[in-house]
């Protein structure tokens, strides 16, 4: 299938956000008239993030300072993943969560009971804390050298977040700093993860041959979207040059400069 062809079959669009449809704090051109084409045209299109430093309220709150309209029903984020997972795998279990406040508040939202006691915990989660303090990390070597067996699990596994100056520690990093008190790593459940997708497609009722990630990195947003087998689309506006791109293992099925190349193809048959 030729690519604008293949774009315009897609019925949903799971969009990376910084670098896919912003910079920082500014949006791209083209991204509202591209989200507004794909409601009008009947497609889905769902904002999947990786940070779960905000809680989705905070992201509806953000992408509407950028001037998108956004609700809750919008999103696929690391945090409501876990979630996801922690009900299929650990119902119940009491957690410790190493992470923010608006990540515990997901967490309790969902029915989870947050604690900070070692002693009672069930289950470890590491997300992106930009809250962290020396006893979490304390706490989090003190129980998995203590009780080796504890389920311990991480919402993403990046290990920087980019800023405005260039970039800070992430949820990666910070498990590798356990790692190497610990020797134990955590089961990752964001990007590369195939589960944001798959979740999305499964709550939406969508396809294998239906969806498809749109972002711009490869080693989270594209390999998301190859694991989970939809077709991958990695846009040149962020942090992927075509160097790097020349030089990884892992191949995207479409590259664009940017997503207004996919308003392009859809507004070619309109
Ligand atoms: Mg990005």
């Known amino acids: 299938m030729q690519t604008n062809e293949l774009l315009r079959s897609k019925k949903l669009y799971l969009f990376d956000m910084d670098g896919t449809l912003y910079l920082g704090n500014q949006l791209y051109d083209f991204t509202l008239e591209l989200l507004d084409t794909l409601k009008k045209t009947g497609r889905r299109y769902l904002f999947m993030t990786n940070n779960s430093s905000k809680s989705v309220d905070d992201y509806v709150k953000k992408l509407g300072s950028l001037g998108i309209t956004a609700g809750r029903e919008d999103f696929m984020t690391s945090s409501q ?3 996801y997972y922690l009900h299929k795998h650990h119902e119940g279990q009491k957690l410790y969560v190493c992470g923010t406040q608006s990540l515990k508040e997901e967490l309790r939202r969902e029915g989870f009971t947050v604690t900070t006691d070692v ?3 069930e289950c470890i ?3 992106f804390d930009t809250e962290l303090t020396f006893q979490k990390l304390h706490d989090v070597s003190f129980m998995l050298l203590t009780r080796p067996e504890l389920p311990y699990i991480a919402t993403n596994p990046d290990y920087v977040c980019p800023t405005e100056f260039g970039s800070v520690p992430d949820c990666g990093s910070v498990c590798d700093m356990i790692y190497n008190a610990t020797k134990k790593r955590p089961i990752v459940i964001g990007k590369p993860s195939p589960l944001m997708p798959q979740l999305a497609m499964e709550a939406l009722g969508i396809s294998v041959d239906e969806a498809c990630v749109v972002g711009d990195r490869i080693y989270t947003d594209i390999k998301s979207g190859l694991n989970a087998g939809i077709t991958s ?3 040149l506006s962020g942090e992927t ?5 020349d030089e990884s293992a892992d191949k ?3 590259v664009l400069q940017d997503a207004g190349q996919i308003l392009a193809a859809l507004k070619e048959l309109n």
């Open 81 to 83: 993943a876990t979630a």
């Open 119 to 121: 002693n009672e915990t």
């Open 125 to 127: 989660v590491m997300g």
């Open 233 to 235: 689309i990695l846009v």
């Open 241 to 245: 040059t075509s160097e790097i791109l």
């Open 252 to 254: 995207p099925h479409i």
